[in-house]
């Protein structure tokens, strides 16, 4: 009797405990606790002045879900909300003329959504906008079936940095192709590198001077290459045309002024973004070097090519001054490295409508490749003398390079004489009869005859020796091309170069 009756007050304990921990389930339920949200920036910065590009970085923690994503804003820049899943970004705040500073603002977000898709979120007062989601059949509104995010509690005390923005002056100097020699022609290319702390994009202004820095152009902040000219040779103003890009299509409204011609001079830059901050100035060449730019003393121009050749050259200009003294200028390509020479070369070529480029059995193949056909199109007369001695690591050689510029079908079949005895004759063609023979005085190396191509140029000259016989030299239909298969200084045995020389510049190709 005893043992049920303990067994029944038992039971009623029991029905109680069950009775008050179903009413505790459905009468107190536990509420969803919103995420809270943390953020800091990389350690190489501070919290003192930043620069306008910074990276930030945040995290969440929520004690009963999962942080899906965040929400964020920049007090001052957008008060609109942006969504990311992310833990950090890069930002790039705009600048002002004065320092400022902006508030990060941002909030977790948990996994406590509601199971449907809603088009505007609201907490406390707060309007986070859109939901997001993947516009998959790009229409712009939110369809049935496409993916979202959908937001959960959302953090209701945001987490707020200030940052005190600092704008950082541009920088800027003369890239490593831009080296000028002592002396040039007024045709010159250079470029310069420019950045911004705050972003190369924030470069409004490149300023550009010619001796006198309180005389400057204004270019676009994103030119970094221009190629200057000068626009009239004869004009008592010597101001250069600029080409921005080196693009011949591409003049610049503006001229740069002050030019010395026959004199030292300077070329200065400074760059300046949209608050108005500058670099210096940078000149070029710097303080302790000297750029001297010469004024082309007529229409031709003898190119020398000849690798330590002061013999040579003394030979042609002795052989030149005969018939055009001091109305002529030389230019030793051997020795003078230009910036972006394969555009500087063509500019200053273009300063002259002559040309004679006489070199050895190594010429700048490269150069005359590219430097030819557009000085031809653009009215000027080039003669060629040189050989070409067999292609190697150091100079590359090829009847598909010499066709690039000269008018020639193909190589003999005999094989190249590496020396070609003194006493070999040059002999004039009958279309070209007025030509003065020639004779070879002393030994030659790497000589080909070739086969002239007929439909676009002739003949000139025929090698006759004991060790090789062909064309030797032709001249294009239009007489704005001549060229020689042999270094003209060692073929003056009978005395005739200087004649050949007047023959080709004053009565084919019009010198005066």
């Known amino acids: 009797m005893k043992v049920k009756y303990l067994i029944n007050i038992l039971a009623i304990v029991l029905l109680l405990l069950v009775i008050s921990c179903n009413e505790t389930i459905n009468d107190n339920p536990v509420e969803n606790l919103a995420p809270e949200t943390h953020l800091f920036i990389y350690a190489d910065s501070t919290i003192s002045q930043q620069k306008s590009k910074l990276q930030v970085h945040w995290w969440g923690d929520d004690k009963d879900g999962l942080v899906i994503g965040y929400l964020f804003k920049w007090e001052g820049i957008n008060n609109n909300w942006t969504f990311t899943s992310k833990n950090d970004s890069i930002f790039s705040l705009p600048i002002g003329t004065v320092d400022t500073s902006f508030n990060f603002v ?47 509690a959302i953090d209701p005390t945001p987490a707020i940095q200030k940052f005190p923005i600092k704008n950082s002056s541009p920088k800027i100097e003369w890239n490593d192709l831009t080296v000028l020699p002592e002396v040039t022609f007024p045709a010159i290319t250079v470029g310069w590198n420019a950045t911004d702390l705050d972003g190369d994009e924030t470069i409004t202004e490149i300023h550009l001077a010619l001796n006198d820095t309180t005389n400057f ?89 000849y690798p330590a050749g002061v013999a040579v050259t003394d030979f042609y200009k002795q052989k030149f001054d005969d ?90 079949s005999k094989k190249t004489i590496s020396f070609l005895f003194s006493g070999a004759n040059i002999v004039s063609s009958t279309d070209f009869s007025n030509f003065a023979d020639l004779s070879t005085k002393s030994t030659i190396g790497f000589v080909r005859t070739f086969k002239t191509s007929n439909i676009t140029s002739k003949k000139v000259y025929d090698l006759t020796s004991q060790q090789l016989n062909g064309e030797i030299a032709l001249m294009n239909n239009t007489k704005t091309l001549f060229f020689i298969g042999l270094p003209l200084h060692q073929c003056d045995a009978n005395g005739n170069v200087g004649n050949v020389l007047q023959e080709i510049f004053i009565n084919e190709f019009g010198l005066n």
């Open 323 to 412: 018939f055009y003294l001091n109305q002529y200028d030389i230019f030793n390509i051997e020795t003078t490295s230009l910036p972006y020479e394969s555009i500087t070369y063509l500019n200053t070529l273009k300063l002259f409508k002559k040309i004679f480029w006489f070199s050895g059995s190594s010429p700048r193949l490269d150069l005359s490749n590219l430097i030819t056909q557009k000085f031809l199109q653009g009215g000027g007369k080039i003669a060629y003398s040189m050989t070409f001695q067999d292609s190697s690591a150091n100079f590359d050689f090829s009847i598909q390079t010499l066709q690039a510029f000269l008018p020639i079908e193909s190589f003999d």
């Open 106 to 152: 941002i909030s977790a977000i948990d996994n406590s959504g509601n199971g449907k898709y809603d088009n505007e979120v609201s907490v406390n007062g707060i309007n986070f906008g859109a939901e997001p989601f993947q516009d998959k059949n790009n229409n712009g509104i939110f369809d049935e079936g496409e993916p979202y995010f959908d937001y959960g």
């Open 217 to 305: 152009i204004k270019l676009n902040g994103s030119t970094r290459l221009v190629s200057l000219i000068i626009e009239n040779l004869n004009s008592e103003n010597a101001d250069m045309n600029i080409f921005i890009n080196a693009d011949g299509d591409k003049k610049f409204s503006e001229n740069l002024p002050n030019l010395i011609l026959n004199g030292n001079n300077k070329l200065f830059i400074k760059a300046v973004d949209n608050s108005g901050a500058a670099s210096k100035f940078v000149s070029l060449p710097n303080d302790d070097k000297s750029w001297f730019v010469k004024k082309p003393k007529g229409d031709l121009l003898l190119v020398d090519d």
